[in-house]
C-alpha cells in the first residue's frame, strides 16, 4: 500500500556527481521525516542524512560539504545530491520515511535501494 522507489544510481568516476531520487507513493497521509541511508559490501546500514518537513537536515561526517538531501513535500518526494564521489561512498543507497496511512499508522518504511559505484 506504501511504497518507496529509489532511482539515480550508477556507475561514476572518482570525483563525479549522481542525483539520487526516492518517491513514495500509496495509501499516504503525512510524512515525517525522510531520510538516506548506505551500506557498503560486508558492513551494516549506516545512515548519511536526514531531512525534516521544514527542511533542518543532519550529515554523517563522512559526507558533509558533499552531499545534500532536499525534499519535495508536494510529490513526496525526497533527493540525494552527491558531489566529489569517492570510491568509498559505493554502497547501496536506501531511502527511508516515517509516514502516517491514511488508515493513521505511523510506521517506517524503506525503499529496496540503487546501486551507486565509484571507480575508475
Known amino acids: 500500500q506504501v511504497q518507496l522507489v529509489e532511482s539515480g544510481g550508477g556507475l561514476v568516476q572518482p570525483g563525479g556527481s549522481l542525483r539520487l531520487s526516492c518517491a513514495a507513493s500509496?495509501?499516504?497521509?503525512?510524512?515525517?521525516?525522510m531520510a538516506w541511508y548506505h551500506q557498503a559490501p560486508g558492513k551494516l546500514r549506516d545512515l548519511v542524512a536526514t531531512?525534516?518537513?521544514?527542511?533542518?537536515?543532519n550529515y554523517a561526517d563522512s559526507v558533509k560539504g558533499r552531499f545534500r538531501i532536499s525534499r519535495d513535500n508536494g510529490k513526496n518526494t525526497v533527493f540525494l545530491q552527491m558531489n566529489n564521489l569517492k570510491p568509498e561512498d559505493t554502497a547501496i543507497y536506501y531511502c527511508?520515511?516515517?509516514?502516517?496511512?491514511?488508515?493513521?499508522?505511523?510506521?517506517?518504511?524503506w525503499g529496496q535501494g540503487t546501486q551507486v559505484t565509484v571507480s575508475s
Open positions: 531531512i525534516s518537513p521544514g527542511g533542518n537536515t
Open positions: 527511508n520515511a516515517k509516514l502516517f496511512t491514511r488508515t493513521g499508522h505511523y510506521s517506517t518504511y
Open positions: 500509496g495509501s499516504i497521509s503525512l510524512i515525517d521525516d
